[in-house]
């Protein structure tokens, strides 16, 4: 397989972003800073850190934006940034989820792009907002469900539309964590159990993710849900683990299982699709490897860049195989597709067409799978619709 990857060849004019969130102490900001540098595209020039101003100035001073463009709030941020003649261009939303929906907004008006974590929003009401936001904005929005990067992800989805599987019958996704097994008073944890700030428990902070992934790997739509979601610790006003029986459109069927509770379990999101003529299944924690099996023939490995591998995988790698990429480049790759999106708006050119990144419905879905499973619990995990 050629690793087309990526080049130096774009880094000339480097966007310039600006963050809300991911000050000091903070997790997934300084993810997404690595991220958006790992291709060299992008250049940190502003941010709203913090909640506080101090804050918020000392996380500036650490990273090394100027005092001048480090804010106190978002509001401020996104009217003075309009402004300048160098002002930020795109911004990152690394907030708790339910600031995604006013910050993002803001930045939208006034022609910004956004790319914002997941879920969404915290609720569907803003979800549903948000995308009347980004309609009406001339910015991008990039959501970053970033295991969507994985060039074996992108792999699978493309051995999945070629038909090599047949016709989907199964889809089933799982994401087990275990950090939550007890009462946990971190920063982190602390909004995650909070359901103004939240929106929901695990089933929106990861099983999220293994519902957009198995989407994305499937090409599949769900029709309808029954959720049996519960709280183990407790006190915890949150789920903190779901099971979730799915129906795909068009018959197919599966399961999805979140959780924050079970010991053992790191990051152990997980997605296997079976079809007609065989099976794929991809764990996250070993991201350079996808298995696929067709009916009747012995278990294939197949590696990233390794035989087998095709163009889409190609196209978001680096190095040859052997050597792993992993989380970050995979998040990198969101990054990247962002700023192939975003050098072609500046530019007055077309989005290539092989540019894939999570867009705001895709958020949108998210937030309404969430939105069902929460429903459905608490009709003792009736069958509901996503509506
Ligand atoms: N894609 C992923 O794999 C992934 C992983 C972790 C978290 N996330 C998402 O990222 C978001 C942040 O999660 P986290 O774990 O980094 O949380 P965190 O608590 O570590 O960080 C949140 C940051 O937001 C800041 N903040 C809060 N209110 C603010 C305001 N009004 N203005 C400016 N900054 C403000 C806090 O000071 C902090 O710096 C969440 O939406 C979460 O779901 C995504």
């Not at 295991?147 to 992108?154: E, I, Q, S, V």
């Not at 599949?220 to 779901?242: P, T, Y």
Request: aromatic share 8%; glycine share 10%.
């Amino acid at each position: 397989m050629a690793i087309e990857g990526k080049s130096d060849s774009h880094n000339a004019g480097r966007i310039r972003l600006g963050m809300v969130g991911g000050g000091r102490d903070a997790f997934i900001g300084g993810v997404h800073r690595i991220a958006s540098r790992i291709d060299d595209r992008f250049e940190l020039v502003a941010g709203a850190f913090s909640s506080t101003p101090e804050k918020s100035q000392a996380s500036a001073a650490d990273l090394g934006v100027a005092a001048d463009r480090a804010y106190g709030d978002y509001v401020e941020m996104a009217k003075r940034e309009a402004r300048l003649k160098n002002g930020i261009e795109a911004v990152s939303i690394v907030t708790p989820n339910h600031l995604h929906y006013p910050i993002a907004r803001e930045f939208l008006k006034r022609g910004i792009h956004v790319i914002c974590d997941k879920p969404l929003t915290s609720t569907l009401p803003d979800a549903r907002k948000l995308v009347k936001a980004v309609e009406a904005s001339e910015a991008l929005f990039i959501l970053t469900h970033n295991y969507t990067g994985y060039p074996m992800a992108r792999q699978a989805r493309e051995m999945v539309a070629s038909g090599l599987l047949g016709d989907i019958r199964l889809v089933q996704a799982e994401y087990p964590q275990d950090w939550l097994t007890e009462d946990e008073q971190n920063k982190q944890a602390q909004w995650r159990t909070d359901p103004d700030q939240a929106g929901a428990g695990c089933i929106g902070d990861i099983g999220v993710h293994a519902y957009n992934l198995a989407c994305f790997m499937s090409g599949q739509k769900l029709e309808e849900l029954s959720a049996d979601m519960h709280s183990f610790v407790d006190g915890r006003r949150v789920d903190d683990n779901c099971h979730v029986m799915l129906r795909w459109q068009g018959g197919a069927k599966g399961m999805l299982w979140s959780s924050q509770v079970a010991p053992g379990n790191e990051n152990a999101l997980k997605v296997r699709i079976y079809g007609t003529k065989g099976g794929l299944e991809f764990a996250q924690e070993n991201p350079n490897q996808l298995w696929f099996t067709p009916f009747g023939e012995p278990k294939r490995l197949i590696t990233r860049g390794g035989n087998g591998s095709g163009e889409a995988a190609g196209r978001v790698s680096r190095i040859p195989p052997g050597h792993p990429e992993g989380y970050l480049e995979g998040f990198a790759n969101v990054y990247s597709e962002a700023a192939e999106a975003i050098q072609a708006k500046r530019s007055g050119g077309e989005i290539a067409s092989d540019v894939v990144f999570p867009t705001v419905y895709d958020g949108l879905d998210g937030v309404t799978f969430i939105d069902a499973c929460l429903r459905s619990s608490k009709r003792n995990a009736a069958w509901v619709k996503l509506t």
